[in-house]
């Protein structure tokens, strides 16, 4: 069974950084275009960075500058390095795994940026 385990969300005052990390396993790590999405309160689930399997990345462009996909292939995880947070930047974020005919969701951790 297929499992992305999501882990380095939590409590942040606004400014500050937080490291999430998404290891997975049971699959070829190194096919997959691997991606960070957040769900807040109320609202639908967005894309907020990819990383395809040849390194390339790519931004929604709320957090453009601020945060950072990569990936560690031996490792089998894929790293979002958020800096600068904002309080807009709070909600469940879920890792996912995608190759064609195939895409894997995490469970999600929650990050929460307040004073």
């Known amino acids: 069974q297929v499992q992305l385990v999501e882990s380095g969300g939590g409590l942040v005052q606004p400014g500050g950084s937080l490291r999430l990390s998404c290891v997975a396993s049971r699959i070829i790590f190194s096919m997959y275009a691997m991606g960070w999405y957040r769900q807040a309160p109320g609202k639908q689930r967005e894309l907020v960075a990819t990383i395809t399997a040849g390194g390339a990345t790519n931004y929604t462009d709320s957090v453009k500058g601020r945060f950072t996909i990569s990936r560690d292939n031996a490792k089998n995880t894929v790293y979002l390095q958020m800096n600068s947070l904002k309080p807009e930047d709070t909600a469940v974020y879920y890792c996912?795994?995608?190759?064609?005919?195939?895409?894997?969701w995490g469970q999600g951790t929650q990050v929460t940026v307040s004073s």
């Open positions: 996912n795994a995608e190759r064609p005919r195939l895409t894997y």
